[in-house]
């Protein structure tokens, strides 16, 4: 083809594109075309009215939690002066190469304030130096133990128990996935609780003790989730956060308000309503042989952590037993996140997966008659705007662009879609950062009074729009079955002072 004749192919081209768009706007002008569009605004206005303002009433309800649980102090107290109170509990460490944090992890664990507990580290066939670390960082030695499988794992290679820590415990296996990995723990351990907590964090002295309160005070409770703070930018020494920071880097500090809104008060706010849908992974405590009769981790899925929780509530329910699922604001886990966008987009497209793989597995909880506010409120609440959300976010995006480029939308609409995603998303969040310094000063730097409020300013203004295409990559990948598999997770640990 000559150059002549691909400029004429290229004004060809784009004459029929011309001619297609006149077409287009003349369509538009159909009076029932145009009714759709308007339809179509008014939906998206309305969906994310409706989803900010569903997360301004969790953050009011989380108030009302969190004013109700420090009236419950004093019994904690009295916990406190009666070891006697607190129930056994395994520490479960699930750990797939983790060599640069597993030693200030478990350290940290094994100083907790609390009466009667052991640690268990699974290593699931990490391919790194996680093990080689333990061995020579505690002192292990094989141990002959007996494996009770009462729940199916990949093979257990090896038991390990420590010379200087007699409440240690790790376990060597084939990888199987952090599933497999808790599993395995469960198998092992003997405590009527077990807590679930990640390689990579780090819990205050007092959170076994704090998170074990709902325990102490109803028999039925059977899972309580405590609350996910970053660890980036503070200071760690021998296993314990010594100075609470902010991290320096960008991503970190947008992640910083972000946790506060969806995963603390989003989270909180479900606790009077029984129908707490997710406890995470990083720091949970279970009632041992419930999850048992419900079928331990489910293996092959990557929302582990909600699956189980779902398919607790789903479980309990069929049978008729009343129980309680709690989320305490108090106890604590500090957790490194991705300071680079290469391993926050995996995360968070992982998070959308498993989300979608939780619902999915479970969707027989949404509106069943025995549901309860579980399943017909949270549930849906979770399908339509956590779920499917993103969906709408971007052909609400898409749609305002082109529309406004063509005519066809006018800027009072645009106005109205940007002050619904954008203007509220940023008064929720301002509200959660400001709710939490009021009622818990984590931050006491005078720097973090204009640093947090600027980031929860930034985090709806090209943070939100770059997660929420993740979120479609989730969907994509969920909706195509693709195998799940452990995340890689870019540790810098910089945190570290031991």
Same mark, same amino acid.
């Given at each position: ?46 969906? &994310? ?10 953050? @009011? ?23 006697? /109170? ?21 350290? =940290? ?12 580290? @699974? ?61 395995? *723990? ?16 780090? /819990?205050?002295?007092? =959170? ?40 320096? =880097? ?6 910083? @308000? ?67 699922? +709690? ?13 680079? /966008? ?26 069943? &008659?025995?549901?309860?506010? @579980? ?9 339509? &705007? ?20 063509? *005519? ?7 106005? +109205? ?14 509200? +959660? ?45 969920? +909706? ?19």
């Amino acid at each position: 083809m000559t150059v002549l004749d691909w400029w004429e192919w290229v004004g060809t081209w784009a004459q029929s594109l011309a001619e297609w768009a006149a077409a287009v706007l003349q369509s538009l002008d159909d009076p029932p075309i145009r009714y759709a569009l308007r339809i179509l605004e008014w939906v998206l206005v309305a969906y &994310f009215c409706a989803l900010n303002g569903m997360y301004l009433l969790l953050e @009011v309800i989380s108030v009302w939690a969190i004013r109700r649980s420090m009236t419950g102090l004093d019994r904690e107290e009295n916990v406190r002066n009666h070891p006697t /109170l607190e129930p056994p509990i395994s520490v479960i460490v699930p750990a797939y190469n983790e060599e640069l944090t597993i030693t200030a992890s478990v350290r =940290s664990l094994l100083q907790m304030e609390y009466s009667e507990f052991d640690v268990i580290v @699974v290593n699931d066939g990490s391919q790194d130096d996680t093990l080689e670390v333990l061995i020579r960082d505690f002192h292990l030695y094989r141990f002959p133990e007996v494996y009770h499988q009462q729940l199916p794992t990949a093979q257990v290679r090896a038991i390990y128990r420590s010379r200087r820590f007699p409440n240690l415990k790790v376990i060597d296996k084939e990888n199987g996935g952090k599933a497999d990995g808790l599993n395995a *723990g469960i198998n092992c351990s003997i405590y009527p609780l077990f807590c679930g907590v990640d390689a990579d964090s780090i /819990l205050q002295r007092d =959170s076994l003790r704090r998170i074990v309160r709902p325990f102490v005070e109803d028999s039925r409770t059977v899972a309580a989730g405590g609350t996910i703070r970053i660890a980036n930018g503070c200071t760690v020494r021998q296993g314990f956060i010594e100075r609470v920071g902010l991290s320096h =880097s960008l991503l970190p500090l947008l992640q910083n @308000v972000e946790y506060l809104r969806a995963f603390f008060f989003g989270r909180l706010g479900w606790v009077p309503l029984n129908a707490v849908l997710i406890i995470s992974g990083a720091f949970g405590v279970f009632r041992r042989q419930t999850v048992i009769e419900a079928g331990g981790y489910r293996r092959g899925t990557i929302g582990e952590d909600m699956d189980l929780v779902v398919r607790l509530h789903r479980h309990l329910r069929a049978r008729r037993q009343p129980y309680r699922i +709690a989320f305490l604001p108090d106890p604590v886990c500090w957790t490194e996140v991705p300071e680079d /966008l290469g391993t926050l987009r995996n995360q968070r497209v992982r998070w959308q997966r498993g989300l979608l793989e939780s619902l999915s597995a479970n969707w027989r909880l949404c509106l069943n &008659f025995r549901g309860g506010t @579980v399943g017909w409120l949270a549930f849906p609440y979770f399908v339509v &705007f956590e779920g499917f959300g993103p969906i709408l976010e971007v052909i609400g995006y898409v749609y305002t662009v082109i529309a406004l480029a063509l *005519g066809i939308a006018s800027w009072s609409y645009a106005l +109205a879609f940007l002050t619904a995603v954008i203007g509220l998303s940023v008064f929720v969040t301002l509200l +959660a950062v400001l709710i939490d310094d009021l009622l818990f000063q984590t931050y006491r730097q005078p720097s973090a009074l204009l640093i947090l409020p600027a980031m929860a300013i930034l985090e709806s203004l090209g943070y939100r729009q770059i997660n929420t295409w993740w979120r479609i990559v989730g969907i994509w990948q969920w +909706a195509r079955g693709k195998k799940a598999q452990w995340g890689v997770m870019q540790r810098k640990a910089a945190w570290r002072t031991d």
